[in-house]
């Protein structure tokens, strides 16, 4: 069975720095290609960053490139988003994702003074 689990979420100041992690379960994430998305109150789903299968190639949304990086600890079969410089913008729920299919039940995030 598949599972995703995200943590690490919580509330943070504008400025702020938060990790949150993803751990799975039931298959290797070095083999799928693993996103993280979000969804900010009242909107729809929004693409954060991604990371290739095998090699670990990662991608960003403009609107976080430069500020989150994604990255996995391969033997904990675990991903992670460092986001640093938080904008209350970046306030919604955050969902790590396996490709454009299973997702974890989201860690919320908060930026706001």
């Known amino acids: 069975e598949v599972q995703l689990v995200e943590s690490g979420g919580g509330l943070v100041q504008p400025g702020g720095s938060l990790k949150l992690s993803c751990a799975a379960s039931?298959?290797?994430?070095?083999?799928?290609?693993m996103n993280w998305v979000r969804q900010a109150p009242g909107k729809g789903l929004e693409w954060v960053s991604g990371?290739?299968?095998?090699?670990?190639?990662?991608t960003y949304a403009d609107s976080v490139k430069g500020r989150f990086t994604i990255s996995r600890d391969n033997a904990k079969n675990t991903l992670f988003l460092q986001m640093n410089s938080l904008k209350p913008e970046d306030t919604g729920v955050y969902y790590c994702?396996?490709?454009?299919?299973?997702r974890g039940q989201g860690t919320q995030v908060t930026v706001s003074s």
């Open positions: 994702a396996r490709g454009l299919g299973e």
């Open positions: 039931g298959f290797t994430i070095t083999n799928y290609f």
């Open positions: 990371i290739t299968s095998g090699s670990g190639r990662t």
